[in-house]
T-cell receptor
Framework: GAVVSQHPSWVICKSGTSVKIECRSL??????MFWYRQFPKQSLMLMAT?????????EQGVEKDKFLINHASLTLSTLTVTSAHPEDSSFYICSSGSGTSLPDTQYFGPGTRLTVL | DQQVKQNSPSLSVQEGRISILNCDYT??????FLWYKKYPAEGPTFLIS?????DKNEDGRFTVFLNKSAKHLSLHIVPSQPGDSAVYFCAASPGGGADGLTFGKGTHLIIQP
């Protein structure tokens, strides 16, 4: 299957700072990327859907001004957690797909563990 | 309100026997269902999927059954192997690749030697 990478794999930051997480599709062009968040022993929750060149669509309850998503190219999407607080500590996972094919072709990245002190 | 439910947080099965993981859903708009395997601190790995027009899909040791009237699906793994020990997530989609997935909470499968 396709390869999706995330960087960094883990990050620790102070409360009030901003953190940027990168998601790259390494061997195909991803017109759509999805961002998920997973709290311990919980399911992966879809946060937002980003399409290359357009604004991201956020799920209900997700603050778009806090979680800034940029999908400037077909191989890169970034999630910036602004003014991070301890409750933002979570495992953030991206996935990429072609946008028109079946859900099987959503390839997940390895995730980023964010810890906010 | 959880739209995809996996009611068993964990399941222990002896090596060589059949593992059956269950999943229920409530949203009638879901048209496509997927199973993922996940290890801690890693992203999910796709295992097998099924469209709502089918009631069974098989791939090697993995078979997924869908009972649309009961809004229930199950993943059968036979024979179970030690390497199958992981958390298994059931996910659902309205059908298109442009839609995000709705996940259950996962079932931790433990294969006993």
């Amino acid at each position: 299957g396709a390869v999706v990478s995330q960087h960094p794999s883990w990050v620790i930051c102070k409360s009030g700072t901003s953190v940027k997480i990168e998601c790259r599709s390494l061997d195909f062009q991803a017109t759509t990327m999805f961002w998920y968040r997973q709290f311990p022993k919980q399911s992966l929750m879809l946060m937002a859907t980003s399409n290359e060149g357009s604004k991201a669509t956020y799920e209900q309850g997700v603050e778009k001004d806090k979680f800034l998503i940029n999908h400037a190219s077909l191989t890169l999407s970034t999630l910036t957690v602004t003014s991070a607080h301890p409750e933002d500590s979570s495992f953030y996972i991206c996935s990429s797909g072609s946008g028109t094919s079946l859900p099987d072709t959503q390839y997940f990245g390895p995730g980023t563990r964010l810890t906010v002190l | 309100d959880q739209q995809v439910k996996q009611n068993s947080p964990s399941l222990s099965v002896q090596e060589g026997r059949i593992s059956i993981l269950n999943c229920d859903y409530t949203n009638s708009m879901f048209d496509y269902f997927l199973w993922y395997k996940k290890y801690p601190a890693e992203g999910p790995t796709f295992l097998i999927s099924i469209s709502s027009i089918k009631d069974k899909n098989e791939d090697g040791r993995f078979t997924v059954f869908l009972n649309k009237s009961a809004k229930h699906l199950s993943l059968h793994i036979v024979p179970s192997q030690p390497g199958d020990s992981a958390v298994y997530f059931c996910a659902a989609s309205p059908g298109g690749g442009a839609d995000g997935l709705t996940f259950g909470k996962g079932t931790h499968l433990i294969i006993q030697p």
